[in-house]
């Protein structure tokens, strides 16, 4: 699969899930549950409990039906860990030129983090297709607005501080998709393995950033 693809399939559901620290024995349930609520890409974080073994399970068990990430990469060893999983794409919390070079020889999407104009330069100029943009709650949706104003066609995913309420915000501001983790799956739903309830959870969300884009 391409990175054109890739960026494709996150950008049509609008939302990547992201699973921090899950217990590895909900993490099957969980995906399902905001698969079948019309989510197409994960990012399960590298800090997690038995992270690589999760990632290679998820997307063996996946069949090209979900694209598999891996996040919070901090390091050269996590990467090749993470692609070596079999991860489809990876992120990280901040700009490491450096890692994003070594996913690009490795022939794996990484999505690294910016805040600044500057760092949307720096991270350009490493080869870095889509962004993320990180923290993004406390920018706000017109934060993506301004920045497609100079990087006008830059794919942006926003992630930190992203809401149901305002997640379609940022969509209709530019963004290709948002990240979210806790505001998409509730934890108290998931302590309680109410997977019925986060898939209506997740549908709600995944209608509202639909129409969003459909206004676009």
């Not at 399902?32 to 690589?52: F, I, K, N, P, R």
């Not at 022939?107 to 690294?112: A, D, F, Q, T, V």
Request: with cysteine.
């Amino acid at each position: 699969m391409t990175e054109a693809d890739i960026l494709q399939r996150i950008g049509d559901a609008g939302v990547i899930a992201i699973f921090r620290r899950v217990d590895p024995k909900v993490i099957r349930p969980l995906v399902e549950a905001v698969v079948a609520g019309g989510v197409q890409a994960v990012e399960l974080t590298v800090d997690s409990e038995g992270a690589y073994d999760t990632i290679a399970a998820l997307r063996e068990e996946a069949r090209g039906q979900l694209l598999v990430g891996a996040g919070t990469l901090l390091r050269p060893e996590q990467v090749v860990q993470a692609v070596s999983a079999g991860a489809d794409f990876l992120l990280c919390p901040h700009l490491d030129s450096a890692l994003v070079d070594l996913a690009a020889r490795l022939g794996c999407l990484m999505i690294p983090g910016v805040t600044t104009p500057s760092e949307v330069v720096q991270a350009q100029k490493a080869g870095a297709r889509v962004l993320k943009l990180f923290p993004a709650g406390p920018l706000g949706p017109a934060y993506v607005k301004d920045l497609l104003g100079p990087f006008r066609g830059q794919a942006f995913v926003p992630t930190g501080g992203i809401t149901p309420d305002n997640a379609a915000a940022y969509i209709r501001a530019g963004a290709v998709a948002v990240g979210m983790g806790s505001a998409l799956v509730p934890a108290a739903a998931v302590a309680a393995g109410r997977w019925q309830d986060i898939t209506a959870h997740v549908q709600t969300l995944v209608a509202r950033i639909r129409e969003a884009k459909l206004g676009l």
